[in-house]
């Protein structure tokens, strides 16, 4: 999936709306024509030419109407379809309706069940869309399994079947997709949680509503283009405190080198100078393998003046001395990124909270869905249910920039706008990843670029660098959070 950085994404709430909007003073084809032919013409290039059968599951709703659509059209095509009705026709929509009547006067035949021993050109699952909110169960748990154990290739309608459309849960069980054509615009839970898992590769076809969806509220998909602009080119007459200096605090008793991590990727990604304020009482005055940084006590780096942005959190620790120099680093006037043990720290503390919400300079969290869950007092899998929710709740409960870190990683802020990164592989399952984020987003702050461009940019770049080591033959087994680094700056200044 290649989408530039505006690409619209829906959730089902406001889709609903552009839908009614769209009925509003149009003339036919009516949506379900124009979707059905959208994945008609599709299906007809993943099909090919090869005279093998197509299997189209049409369930109960509109998605079923779709599916039908599309059978009829492939029909035409001299498709040989054998379309499995799952649905009760009396209860159709008008919609669904005409659609049914039109493939049988097309004369199409339904059947229920999958016919036995076929060696299927594609299949097509129109059994449930975006409307879905319960576990599937039953005779439709059983046919999606028979779905996903058929050795052919699977095209789903606006979503695979099974799975939450704002969320990316799968509820109970799910289609396994290899591409998902989305009618309208994109949904969150193509792009988050489990979705990336089930959509395969996805395509979007707007159905001539763009006007539509431009109007109504809606987050965006971060692509490419966020790095094309992020930083000016700089000019011959510069010096190091041109590009700003930052501050990471963390790097407690056993945890350094979280510490040099998120220092080493705020100086390769362009930080005039970094200065890393190590908690540890034997920690080494100097990084042999980054001899550029300046390592402190943490104290003698909150102390700094000149600082332009400070990230405090990698390595912090637990004890009385990080929540004091935590509570210094809230009452700075300057930049924040604040991570790992600084959001756990704010989570159980009511003073640090407080503090938090009060700041008035820019402030970015980075919490995985464990932290959200102790910053929101919530229990995980809440934050699983909706994974955008728990962003903008995050968002405008702390007064911050939000990355809800995972596979499809929410960014979040407190005016309600939101987008979505897809950038990044499993590879980055894996100890320090979040270290070197923090570094690369405060980097990009020491910079200049505004708290919004360097939480979309950074988290962008960070799953970008990642994607390119596994491009290159490094990982995703064993990929480390320490190659990300060089990757990213490379990246950047390749733009």
């Not at 009614?20 to 599709?42: C, F, K, Y």
Request: charged share 15%.
């Amino acid at each position: 999936m290649n989408m530039p950085h505006t690409a619209p994404i829906l959730l089902t709430a406001n889709l609903r709306r552009v839908e009614q909007a769209a009925l509003t003073g149009r003339n036919p084809p009516a949506l379900m024509e124009r979707a059905g032919l959208a994945a008609a013409e599709l299906a007809r290039t993943l099909a090919g030419d090869s005279g093998k059968p197509v299997l189209i599951i049409a369930g109960p709703g509109n998605n079923g109407g779709d599916a039908l659509v599309v059978a009829r059209h492939l029909k035409q095509w001299c498709y040989k379809v054998s379309v499995v009705c799952t649905g009760n026709p009396q209860q159709y929509s008008a919609d669904a309706a005409a659609a049914l009547q039109a493939w049988r006067k097309a004369g199409g035949e339904l059947v229920t069940e999958i016919p036995p021993a076929q060696d299927w050109a594609l299949v097509i699952d129109g059994l449930f869309g975006i409307g879905l909110k319960r576990d599937l169960d039953g005779a439709y748990a059983a046919l999606v399994e028979q779905v996903n154990a058929l050795d052919a290739s699977v095209l789903a309608l606006d979503i695979p079947s099974g799975l939450d459309a704002d969320s990316g849960r799968v509820l109970g069980c799910a289609v396994q997709a290899d591409h998902t054509i989305t009618f309208i615009a994109l949904k969150p839970g193509l792009l988050t949680l489990d979705g990336p898992d089930h959509c395969g590769t996805i395509h979007d076809v707007d159905l001539g509503l763009k006007a539509e969806v431009d109007a109504a509220p809606h987050g965006v998909l971060i692509g490419t283009g966020v790095l094309a602009h992020v930083l000016p080119s700089r000019p011959r007459n510069s010096h190091k405190g041109t590009y700003g200096s930052v501050g990471i605090i963390g790097g407690a008793q056993g945890m350094v080198g979280a510490a040099l991590l998120a220092a080493r990727a705020a100086l390769k990604c362009g930080a005039g100078r970094v200065y890393a304020g190590l908690l540890a009482g034997d920690a080494t005055l100097v990084d042999m393998h980054q001899p550029e940084l300046m390592l402190r006590p943490a104290d003698a780096v909150l102390r700094l003046d000149h600082l332009s942005a400070l990230a405090i959190g990698p390595g912090l620790g637990d004890t009385p001395d990080a929540a004091e120099y935590l509570d210094w680093a809230l009452e700075s006037a300057i930049p924040l990124v604040l991570d790992a043990d600084a959001l756990n720290q704010i989570a159980s503390t009511v003073a640090l909270k407080s503090k938090l919400k009060q700041r008035v300079t820019s402030t970015i969290l980075t919490p995985h869905p464990t932290e959200a869950a102790r910053l929101l007092g919530c229990a995980i899998s809440k934050v699983h249910q909706d994974r955008v929710a728990a962003a903008l709740q995050l968002a405008r409960e702390y007064n911050a920039g939000v990355v809800l870190k995972g596979a499809g990683s929410i960014c979040a802020w407190p005016d309600g706008h939101w987008a979505i990164n897809t950038s990044g592989n499993p590879g980055m399952a894996a100890a320090g990843m979040g270290d070197v984020l923090t570094g690369i987003i405060v980097a990009l702050l020491a910079q200049g670029v505004d708290e919004r461009h360097a939480l979309t940019t950074g988290v962008y770049l960070h799953g970008a660098a990642a994607d390119q080591l596994v491009k290159n033959g490094l990982g995703p087994i064993g990929l480390t959070a320490g190659e990300i680094i060089d990757a990213a700056r490379a990246l950047l200044n390749r733009r």
